[in-house]
Protein backbone atom coordinates (compact mmCIF):
# COMPACT_ATOMS: atom_id res chain seq x y z
CA UNK A 1 0.00 0.00 0.00
CA UNK A 2 2.66 2.22 0.42
CA UNK A 3 3.41 2.29 -2.74
CA UNK A 4 -0.04 3.31 -3.90
CA UNK A 5 0.34 5.89 -1.43
CA UNK A 6 3.23 6.87 -3.09
CA UNK A 7 1.89 7.21 -6.30
CA UNK A 8 -1.38 9.15 -5.35
CA UNK A 9 0.73 12.12 -3.62
CA UNK A 10 3.31 12.26 -7.04
CA UNK A 11 -0.27 13.06 -8.43
CA UNK A 12 -2.74 15.94 -8.77
CA UNK A 13 -4.88 16.09 -5.41
CA UNK A 14 -7.96 14.30 -6.64
CA UNK A 15 -11.73 15.29 -6.59
CA UNK A 16 -12.72 13.15 -4.46
CA UNK A 17 -9.91 12.91 -2.66
CA UNK A 18 -8.37 9.01 -2.67
CA UNK A 19 -9.11 6.74 0.45
CA UNK A 20 -7.75 3.37 0.81
CA UNK A 21 -10.27 1.01 3.04
CA UNK A 22 -9.20 -2.73 4.62
CA UNK A 23 -12.21 -5.00 4.29
CA UNK A 24 -12.59 -8.67 4.48
CA UNK A 25 -13.95 -9.89 1.57
CA UNK A 26 -14.18 -13.80 0.68
CA UNK A 27 -11.92 -15.24 3.30
CA UNK A 28 -8.94 -12.37 2.76
CA UNK A 29 -7.84 -9.27 3.76
CA UNK A 30 -7.90 -6.28 0.63
CA UNK A 31 -7.36 -2.62 0.16
CA UNK A 32 -10.38 -1.12 -1.63
CA UNK A 33 -8.54 2.38 -3.59
CA UNK A 34 -11.30 4.95 -4.64
CA UNK A 35 -11.89 6.12 -7.96
CA UNK A 36 -10.32 9.38 -8.86
CA UNK A 37 -13.61 10.10 -10.47
CA UNK A 38 -16.54 9.81 -12.09
CA UNK A 39 -16.48 7.32 -14.52
CA UNK A 40 -13.11 5.40 -13.22
CA UNK A 41 -13.24 2.10 -11.56
CA UNK A 42 -12.96 1.70 -8.10
CA UNK A 43 -9.54 -0.80 -7.34
CA UNK A 44 -9.26 -3.79 -4.74
CA UNK A 45 -5.41 -5.25 -4.25
CA UNK A 46 -4.86 -8.54 -2.06
CA UNK A 47 -2.38 -7.80 0.63
CA UNK A 48 0.58 -8.31 -1.99
CA UNK A 49 -0.59 -5.12 -4.01
CA UNK A 50 -2.02 -7.68 -6.46
CA UNK A 51 -5.28 -6.16 -8.03
CA UNK A 52 -8.09 -8.58 -7.55
CA UNK A 53 -10.81 -6.42 -8.91
CA UNK A 54 -12.43 -3.44 -9.88
CA UNK A 55 -15.81 -3.99 -7.83
CA UNK A 56 -17.68 0.15 -9.55
CA UNK A 57 -17.17 3.00 -12.03
CA UNK A 58 -16.56 2.35 -15.31
CA UNK A 59 -18.92 3.72 -17.64
CA UNK A 60 -21.43 0.98 -16.60
CA UNK A 61 -20.67 2.27 -13.34
CA UNK A 62 -20.27 -1.96 -12.63
CA UNK A 63 -16.72 -1.94 -12.90
CA UNK A 64 -15.08 -4.83 -14.29
CA UNK A 65 -17.82 -7.98 -12.83
CA UNK A 66 -15.36 -9.45 -11.50
CA UNK A 67 -16.19 -9.01 -7.84
CA UNK A 68 -20.33 -8.00 -8.41
CA UNK A 69 -20.99 -9.09 -4.86
CA UNK A 70 -18.23 -6.60 -3.16
CA UNK A 71 -20.86 -4.43 -2.07
CA UNK A 72 -22.58 -7.03 0.04
CA UNK A 73 -20.34 -9.02 0.74
CA UNK A 74 -17.52 -7.05 1.95
CA UNK A 75 -17.49 -6.90 5.96
CA UNK A 76 -14.89 -5.09 8.65
CA UNK A 77 -14.69 -1.82 7.33
CA UNK A 78 -11.49 0.35 8.33
CA UNK A 79 -9.99 3.58 7.14
CA UNK A 80 -6.40 3.00 6.18
CA UNK A 81 -5.79 6.23 4.47
CA UNK A 82 -7.14 9.52 3.01
CA UNK A 83 -5.25 12.07 1.17
CA UNK A 84 -4.62 14.38 3.55
CA UNK A 85 -4.14 17.49 1.03
Known amino acids: MKAR ?3 V ?11 ILCYTY ?3 T ?7 C ?5 NVFDTKGRLVCQPDGGI ?3 GDGK ?3 FDKKKTNEKLVWQDPR
Open 60 to 62: TGK
Open 67 to 69: CPD
Open 38 to 42: CDQPS
Open 9 to 19: LAERKRNPITR
Open 26 to 28: GGQ
Open 5 to 7: IAA
Open 30 to 36: VYYESAA
